[in-house]
């Protein structure tokens, strides 16, 4: 496989929801390609949806939930786990937010968290900058978890 294949693939996997940077992270380092380039091809690749996201996803919703009963579940579904876990960063908005999309775990990334930014109305000038700082110390996180602490800092 060609090394621009693996680097399409890795920006690809790190669009894909659910799986996005926490995925594409160690794909890239089994795919053995340089740490700088996984790291920069999943950061892109992770942000490039959250402002679609961000602004289409209400009329997105609204357009599934006229198109049938079992899509207006889905969408419903969707929406309810996103307010659950807006809860808990309300009172703290674009902290919260930066913190939720920052620590890699299950259930947390950009795309729930730019879900979540539209359901609170935060405005883009505050989500965009702290989805990206989150997805920075995903990355961070992500690659001395893949990598090693020695290759991220360079003393491998």
């Given at each position: ?61 609204a357009f599934l ?92």
């Open positions: 496989m060609s090394t621009l294949t693996k680097c399409l693939l890795v920006f690809l996997m790190s669009m894909v929801p659910v799986i996005e940077l926490r995925g594409a992270v160690p794909f890239g380092v089994g795919l053995d390609l340089p740490l700088p380039v996984v790291f920069g091809l999943s950061v892109l690749g992770n942000m490039l949806p959250v402002p679609f996201i961000a602004l289409f996803i209400r009329r997105i919703f939930r006229s198109k049938s009963l079992k899509l207006d579940r889905i969408v419903t579904n969707i929406e309810t786990r996103a307010r659950q876990k807006a809860r808990r960063i309300k009172k703290i908005e674009t902290l919260g937010l930066y913190l939720f999309v920052a620590l890699p775990l299950p259930g947390t990334g950009a795309w729930t968290g730019a879900l979540i930014g539209a359901l609170l109305n935060i405005r883009l000038k505050w989500l965009i900058p702290a989805i990206f700082a989150g997805v920075i110390t995903a990355g961070v996180i992500m690659c001395i978890l893949s990598y090693g602490a020695g290759a991220l800092f360079g003393l491998v």
